[in-house]
């Protein structure tokens, strides 16, 4: 009998733990991530820090239900490596419809990039807003 009233409790505790840890990953999944507007270092790093700016523009704009177009970022980028049109829509792509209106990056120069939420094409733009 007491064994009986051990174990329920021992399983109210079980699921209790269970739940916390659940809702804990649930609410870091929802936060979105800081963009950062001065991106240097390699590809990956570059192109890490860049979707978080391109998520946190499509979850503003209600992923692709907004009305309005919007300038969400300027963002400068020195990347050491080139970073080719192609490269960036295919990381950049999910889950916001990215478009890519430049051919490349060059290694080693600072460019200006434009995130823009464009509502007409339900799309996240990347434009070159600069090279410096």
Known sequence: METGKLLT???????????IIVYISIS???????CK??????????????KACVDNC????????DVYSDDCYV?????T???????????LN??????????????????KIKIRYNSTGKEISLVLFEAI
């Open 9 to 19: 409790s021992l399983l109210f505790i079980v699921v209790a733990i269970a739940a």
């Open 28 to 34: 870091w999944q929802s936060f979105p991530k800081e």
């Open 37 to 50: 507007t001065l991106l240097v270092g390699n590809s990956y790093s570059v192109l890490g820090s860049l």
């Open 75 to 79: 963002v400068s980028i020195n990347s």
């Open 94 to 111: 999910k889950p916001a419809n990215t478009k890519v209106y430049f051919e490349s990056l060059e290694k080693n120069v600072e460019h």
């Open 81 to 91: 490596n080139t970073l080719s049109r192609d490269r960036m829509e295919g990381y």
């Open 58 to 65: 499509w979850s503003k704009h209600d992923f692709g239900g």
